[in-house]
């Protein structure tokens, strides 16, 4: 009986921790926005593209962690934002597909890409 009990009280736990906390992250989502978004900025401005696999794992979660942007101008989350995302979605389609989607899940999203297309990461990529 106990056994049960406490069972019973550990998957309801799993359960709230689950969705409360977790996160599966969407890196075919990221890489739609980091695409589309990030690097349609980059390839305009003379910094140009900046690949995922221009950085290590650890690289690209300490500059995520950071979150400064641009040497520090700014932050990296204000362009995930969705302020962001609302004031460019009338002429880019990403923007206006993801406009409703909280910012922490869409942040996810695109670390999750960035890691996976590290240098050292699952599969290393250099088309940003
Ligand atoms: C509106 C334009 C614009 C958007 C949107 C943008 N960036 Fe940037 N980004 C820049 C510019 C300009 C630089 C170069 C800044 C410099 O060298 O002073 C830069 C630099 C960077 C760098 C190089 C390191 C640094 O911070 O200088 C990284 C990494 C980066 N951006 C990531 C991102 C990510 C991730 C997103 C999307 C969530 C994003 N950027 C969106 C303009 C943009």
């Known amino acids: 009986m106990t ?3 406490s ?10 921790a689950a969705s409360a906390f977790a996160y599966d992250a969407n890196w075919k989502r ?11 900025c980059h390839v305009a401005q003379p910094v140009g593209s900046i690949n995922p696999n221009a950085r290590t794992v650890a690289e690209w979660t300490a500059y995520l962690a950071a979150d400064k942007h ?7 989350k204000q362009y995930v934002s ?4 609302a004031s460019i979605k009338a002429s ?10 909280p910012d ?3 942040a996810a999203d695109i670390k999750a890409f960035l890691i996976k297309g590290a240098k050292d990461g699952d599969s290393p990529a250099s088309c940003s």
Do not use: H, M, P
Request: aromatic share 10%; net charge positive; proline share 0%.
């Open 104 to 106: 922490e899940e869409l």
């Open 92 to 101: 880019n389609k990403a923007a206006e597909k993801f406009a409703d989607v």
């Open 70 to 76: 641009a040497k520090g101008k700014e932050s990296v």
């Open 3 to 5: 056994i049960i009990k």
């Open 30 to 40: 990221g890489r739609i926005y980091y695409r589309s978004v990030c690097t349609s």
């Open 82 to 85: 969705k302020a962001y995302r």
């Open 7 to 16: 069972l019973t009280i550990a998957a309801v736990l799993s359960l709230f």
